[in-house]
């Protein structure tokens, strides 16, 4: 991958990033819920307009522990900005650093939601799409270029 190619998919894996916090990344219905009174008592019923939706902004993914969606999206653009930088001859940071970035906001983003969507648990929204392309740039770019540190 050339110095453009790479240039071009990080610019839009920052801005994929940034427009994703705002966005609505997943929604889940509400079912009621009376203390004392077991829940198969009142299984299946929903009210239609009761749809809790989270955004990158105020959600959390819980795998292991729980992470808030802004920072997946904080350490796929650090992994971005890491490899924007990767050149440069005052800032060399570990190739490994932004490979550590990386993989925790594309492991993070991509698992747990699809795990809740196959469950029929959640719905996915546009935002979380956003998300994993925000943290799907700096891993293809990991992957397909080769570390070009000037000496």
Do not use: H, Y
Not at 41 to 62: D, K, R, W, Y
Not at 68 to 87: R, T, V
Not at 94 to 103: D, E, G, Q, V
Not at 120 to 136: R, Y
């Amino acid at each position: 991958m050339d110095s453009r190619n790479k240039n071009t998919t990080l610019a839009l894996s920052v801005l994929f990033g940034l427009l994703s916090l705002p966005s609505p990344w997943f929604s889940a219905r509400s079912t009621i819920q009376v203390p004392g009174v077991p829940v198969e008592v009142f299984e299946g019923l929903t009210f239609p307009g009761m749809v809790a939706q989270a955004t990158g902004l105020n959600g959390s993914i819980t795998m292991f522990f729980a992470v808030p969606i802004w920072m997946l999206i904080a350490s796929a653009i650090a992994a971005s900005l890491l490899l924007f930088m990767e050149g440069s001859k005052s800032f060399a940071a570990p190739r490994a650093l932004a490979w550590t970035f990386a993989a925790f906001a594309f492991i993070w983003t991509l698992v747990p939601i699809v795990v809740l969507a196959a469950a029929g648990k959640a719905q996915i929204e546009f935002g979380w799409g956003l998300g994993l392309v925000a943290s799907i740039g700096p891993l293809v770019c990991l992957v397909f270029s080769r570390n070009k540190r000037e000496p």
